[in-house]
């Protein structure tokens, strides 16, 4: 299936139950309103993989609600296996230069759900600031 010399982190989590958009994201607005309740300011999780580093998630929202429902729902889905991802992987992402936007860095992340789906998780590091957002997560 995989190559052995690839590591993916396993999600404790399952993708999000639901048949339609909004079935799935009232589920992931509970989900997102826990680590809202836990900061003033931006909503963030602290990522094991960047030091415990702070990784923004208000805009993955907005890069998911681009995409028409069908798309987003698959995304929003795996919301809370990508939040788990986030903060227990210490496994190294692939990285490369943003091709659109040279001053960043886009960090893509390979996770299992705890069904053994494929998932990846996108961060976007600012080169300047070093500050870290969730871009995207999606199925493969």
């Not at 390979?110 to 070093?130: A, C, D, H, I, R």
Request: with cysteine; hydrophobic share 30%; charged share 30%.
């Amino acid at each position: 299936m995989f190559s052995g010399s690839q590591k993916i982190y396993k999600s404790k989590f399952n993708q999000t139950s639901g048949s339609n958009f909004s079935e799935v994201r009232k589920k992931v607005n509970l989900i997102f309103k826990q680590i809202k309740s836990k900061t003033k300011r931006r909503p963030y999780v602290k990522s094991a993989y960047f030091n415990k580093s702070k990784i923004f998630v208000s805009q993955f929202f907005s890069h998911t609600f681009e995409k028409n429902w069908r798309d987003a729902t698959r995304r929003l889905k795996l919301f809370e296996c990508g939040i788990d991802l986030i903060k227990n992987n210490k496994v190294n992402p692939s990285s490369k230069d943003d091709p659109n936007n040279p001053g960043f860095i886009l960090h893509r992340f390979t996770g299992l759900t705890k069904q053994n789906e494929l998932f990846y998780v996108q961060v976007k590091e600012n080169k300047k600031s070093g500050e870290k957002f969730l871009l995207s997560i999606f199925p493969e």
